[in-house]
């Protein structure tokens, strides 16, 4: 459900079956609140990032699965600070995030210690 919920926020449509799931009032509320539309972006987005990162486990996917959110959480936040949905100071936490990926990035790429050293 994640890349499909993922989808449907970011072209700001309702799901055909939302009115089953959610009150009226709150599929109303996520149409017109772009706040609540980038959190409800950077949700979905983090679930298929996870999802994904498990289907695909192998012995390094979890450092992969925290870069890929990393990485995406920032992005989406600069987005929207561009976008004008929130001011300066969060919009430089999507820059903190976007580093703390790349960090993750580049030590991923060190081998681990084996144990007994």
Do not use: D
Request: net charge positive; with cysteine; glycine share 8%.
């Amino acid at each position: 459900l994640a890349p499909l919920n993922f989808i449907k926020v970011l072209i700001n449509k309702p799901s055909p079956m939302a009115h089953y799931f959610v009150a009226k009032k709150s599929e109303e509320c996520q149409k017109t609140c772009e706040i609540a539309r980038m959190w409800a972006t950077m949700f979905w987005a983090l679930q298929f990032i996870l999802a994904l990162g498990l289907c695909l486990s192998q012995r390094s996917s979890p450092r992969w699965m925290f870069v890929a959110a990393k990485m995406a959480v920032g992005t989406l936040i600069i987005v929207n600070f561009m976008n004008g949905v929130v001011l300066l100071p969060i919009g430089l936490a999507g820059g903190y995030e976007i580093l703390t990926g790349l960090i993750l990035l580049a030590i991923s790429g060190v081998p681990a210690k084996a144990k007994g050293e």
